[in-house]
């Protein structure tokens, strides 16, 4: 049995009033320097938005649309499955490639690397007619995952995102999915690699990611470029910001590279650091000892107030060594564990 001690920390805020000459969004950043159609920053934790800009509009996607065939592909089970690519695979798979021919033999991983990194439409495709049979079947589960996760405001046709006329979403559903797939660690970290390696019918060579982002801060975890003539530049980001993580999206925005460094850099000022070093006793059983001292720290980042679930056992058995592991505190902004850290003893009994 575990003890569950709940805790609520805050920090109190004091606002200074100042004078600005130059139009802002409501949300504090200049939106004449942000070049983006549809634009928006929200806290994956909690989705509290930070930035919006025609968020909620209708917008083609392009191949950040290949997040929701990833991560189809993540959640499926499979990723070892070794596969034969057909021919209905690569029959529509015009623009940006892995130049993967009928019969060609590669994992499931490799056509999600293939998917993230390079952008592969045929590796999206390859992908969609392996887990449902072909593209069409595949488009009504990832529907069913939008409608799933809150993405109301979505309709997918293609997996690889190639404009069709049916096919779209908004910059608010695209950072929704974003903020789902922080909760994926095994699609974060293939989307957070810059190079990466695929083998192909035995042969291995490298690929690489298109996020120019990642080159940028070792804090930035993908996700996702997209281009074509219709939807214009799209990326979708994830930051990881002292435990916390900011998804930023932009739609049809030729400087997207800059209008995600500035509107990260603006929201990471509404995060406050919660930082601690807690001190509690536990129960023993011991004709010497009825409790040990125990400690806990953390340090996080969050834009509001945070929860601490503790997990321990109600009754420690000796001996106990300094250092030793008797729970854990976990750490939530909204509802999301953000943080976990060990409970341990701070002495010999």
């Known amino acids: 049995m575990w003890v569950i001690i709940l805790f609520n920390k805050f920090v109190s805020i004091i606002f200074s009033l100042f004078i600005i000459t130059i139009p802002i969004n409501a949300y504090g950043v200049n939106e004449n320097r942000i070049s983006a159609e549809c634009a928006v920053v929200l806290d994956a934790a909690t989705g509290i938005v930070h930035f919006d800009k025609n968020a909620y509009l209708k917008h083609s996607m392009a191949s950040t649309t290949k997040i929701m065939t990833c991560l189809l592909a993540c959640e499926s089970g499979k990723l ?12 529509n798979s015009e623009g940006t490639s892995l130049y993967l021919k009928a019969g060609d033999k590669i994992t499931l991983l490799d056509l999600v690397k293939g998917a993230m990194l390079e952008s592969g439409n045929d590796a999206a495709n390859a992908i969609a007619c392996y887990l449902a049979g072909d593209i069409s079947k595949f488009a009504d589960i990832m529907n069913v995952k939008a409608k799933e996760i809150g993405m109301n405001n979505t309709n997918f046709v293609t997996p690889s995102g190639l404009d ?25 970290n293939i989307a957070s690699q810059v190079t990466d390696s695929i083998t192909v019918n035995g042969v291995t060579r490298e690929i690489h990611n298109h996020n120019k982002l990642l080159s940028v801060s070792k804090c930035f975890k993908g996700l996702k470029t997209g281009f074509t003539k219709k939807s214009g530049r799209c990326l979708v980001s994830v930051y990881d910001y002292g435990g916390s993580k900011i998804v930023c999206v932009t739609l049809n925005a030729p400087d997207d590279w800059n209008d995600h460094i500035r509107l990260i850099n603006s929201a990471k000022e509404k995060y406050k650091t919660y930082k601690s070093d807690e001190k509690i ?7 010497l000892n009825k409790s040990v001292n125990c400690n806990y720290s953390y340090s996080i980042k969050s834009c509001s107030d945070i929860n601490i679930k503790l997990y321990y056992y109600p009754i420690i058995y000796t001996p106990v060594k300094k250092n030793d592991v008797l729970g854990r505190a976990e750490i939530f902004s909204g509802n999301t564990k953000v ?6 003893a701070d002495e010999d009994i």
Do not use: G, Q
């Open 281 to 287: 006793v536990l129960n023993t059983v011991s004709e």
């Open 339 to 344: 943080e976990a850290v060990n409970i341990t």
């Open 164 to 188: 069709a006329k049916l096919h779209y979403s908004s910059a608010y559903d695209m950072a929704i999915l974003a903020a789902y797939v922080c909760k994926n660690s095994e699609l974060l």
């Open 80 to 91: 070892n499955d070794a596969i034969t690519v057909s021919e209905k695979a690569i029959r």
